[in-house]
């Protein structure tokens, strides 16, 4: 394998990574490395620190000194200046963070990119819950005089494992409320793809983070994964990734009775009602389905089509779907970059041969691709009409570029079909009647409803989700008390 010499690839990526452990970088205990690639062209391009037990166990206990120590005495304010502080300097790094991102997960320039005014967002969003009022007085029906109040203190220390699909946004999800409300953090990002977290995670140094408050162990799930999960020195595990995986947290995290914030997969309906317009639903629902080359967690992967447009819809999709530019993602040109791995290609590979074998029509897609893209794990965006609702590519999330068109012929029926899914993920619906949105909206089991668009978050709105989807929500003011817990207190006066 030859190693990646692009000279866009950023100069931070050159080198072995190491794991950040009570404010210092050190090698993993056992010494052993993870060999990491670009995506896009098979190259290796650095190797991370193969963390296990034993970091995560000197990592939990560095974050539990530092939420025991002065952190714990930091007013709101100095918090609030901090979390500025790097919401500055993340900003003033944001194209060599958005470059690491694409070399390291594959997602196109124009996406990571893209993501500089969300991630200024979310800053100045948890920024701005650092002095949220804490405490409220609440009125007692006790005989004599009595004062009760209600306090909200920080959980202790929070264990964060996130996906390889999105490393730029899930560590602020964890790192975000922490600094916010006064916790710690120990972060086990994905093996895939953990290199623009490193990188943050140094600037957040730089900008004054003390030691111990953060902590970085990369590793393998089943690994350091497990081992954050299990530690009974943890107060909290805030976990994105995968249903099966998510079992086997819940069952980890049994010795201590830590609290649990599930953020996992979907297999997301997008209703397209006869009425909708098809100038706006064609390319959002096509892009609601390929965004990140489908390796998103809220990817409506099932269209569900009004039958008076069905043939009409498939047409226009499949036509829009050969239009889509694959490619490398440090191409200005390129709209979707490869799957994260060759393992991922041979899932969704897999899930392809399953659709035409299942009976699905393949009217686009369908292949990997050759040429100048053969080292890379590339696949075209795909298109399988005449799906129904019960073939494998319609009832498991492939995590790929590959769009299930299932029509139905009226509002029972979609909303029928959009919930006959174990997931609660999110859901969109594209009409021109205010009745129908606001009637379907409400009819679809989903924590996330977009209607006449397909994927906007905005983070003091937030999101989650429901049944296999898991719970808690991301964003918003639930998201940020979620790291706290009440404390009532009853101050005999009399
Ligand atoms: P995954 O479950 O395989 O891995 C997610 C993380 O868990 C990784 O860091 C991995 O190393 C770790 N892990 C693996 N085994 C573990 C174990 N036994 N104990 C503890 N940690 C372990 O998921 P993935 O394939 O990396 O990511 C894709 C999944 O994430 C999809 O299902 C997607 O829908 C979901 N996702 C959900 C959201 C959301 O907010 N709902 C966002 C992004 C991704």
């Known amino acids: 394998m030859s190693a990646d010499a692009s000279p866009a690839v950023p100069r931070f990526v050159a080198g072995p990574k190491k794991n950040l452990i009570g404010g210092a970088w050190v090698e993993a205990a056992s010494g052993r490395r993870i060999e990491v690639l670009n995506p896009a062209t098979g190259n290796a391009l650095c190797s991370i620190a193969q963390g296990d037990a034993e970091d995560v166990d000197r990592a939990v206990a560095a974050a539990r000194r ?100 999105g490393p730029l946004i899930g560590l602020w999800w964890i790192f975000g409320p922490a600094l916010a409300t006064g916790c710690t953090a120990v972060l086990k990002p994905a093996e895939d793809a953990s290199l623009s977290v490193l990188r943050i995670t140094e600037l957040m140094t730089e900008a004054g983070v003390p030691d111990g408050v953060i902590n970085v162990v990369t590793g393998y799930g089943a690994e350091a994964g497990q081992a954050l999960a299990e530690h009974n020195g943890v107060d909290r595990i805030a976990f994105t990734g995968s249903t099966g995986t998510a079992r086997s947290v819940v069952r980890a995290s049994a010795g201590n009775f830590k609290r649990l914030q599930l953020e996992l997969g979907g297999k997301s309906p997008d209703i397209v009602f006869a009425d909708a317009d098809l100038d706006k639903a064609v390319p959002g629902a096509a892009m609601g389905v390929y965004t990140n080359s489908g390796q998103v967690c809220v990817a409506g992967t099932r269209i569900l089509v009004q039958e008076a447009i069905y043939g009409e819809f498939v047409e226009r999709l499949t036509a829009f779907t050969k239009t889509i530019r694959v490619g490398d993602g440090l191409d200005p040109e390129t709209q979707l970059g490869p799957l994260i791995s060759q393992r991922q290609l041979d899932r969704v590979l897999r899930y392809i041969g399953l659709g035409g074998g299942e009976g699905a029509r393949l009217e686009a897609g369908g292949n990997r691709l050759g040429g100048a893209l053969a080292a890379g794990f590339f696949v075209e965006p795909t298109v399988f009409a005449g799906a129904s609702n019960d073939m494998t590519i319609a009832r498991e999330e492939i995590f790929g570029p590959v769009a299930s068109v299932i029509p139905f012929a009226d509002a029972d029926e979609a909303l029928r079909l959009a919930n006959d899914t174990p997931f609660g993920l999110a859901g969109g619906i594209w009409t021109e009647s205010l009745s129908t949105a606001h009637l379907a909206s409400r009819g679809i089991d989903a924590g996330t409803i977009w209607v006449n668009c397909y994927g906007v978050l905005d983070p003091a709105v937030g999101f989650g989700g429901t049944k296999a989807s898991g719970y808690g929500w991301k964003g918003a003011r639930e998201h940020v008390e979620s790291f706290l817990y009440p404390k009532a207190v009853y101050l005999n006066l009399g």
């Not at 900003?91 to 997602?107: K, Q, W």
């Not at 007085?137 to 202790?156: A, D, R, Y």
């Open 66 to 165: 530092a939420f025991e120590g002065e952190w714990r005495r930091w007013t709101p304010h100095e918090r609030r200046k901090l979390l500025l502080k790097i919401h500055d300097l993340v900003l003033d790094h944001f194209d060599e963070l958005a470059l690491i991102e694409t070399v390291d997960m594959g997602a196109p320039l124009a996406r990571t990119n893209g993501l500089r005014e969300w991630t200024s967002q979310v800053l100045q969003f948890f920024a701005s819950h650092c002095d949220a009022a804490r405490t409220e007085t609440v009125p007692n029906s006790l005989p004599g005089q009595f004062l009760t109040l209600k306090h909200l203190e920080p959980v202790g220390v929070v264990g964060g494992i996130i996906p390889w699909n």
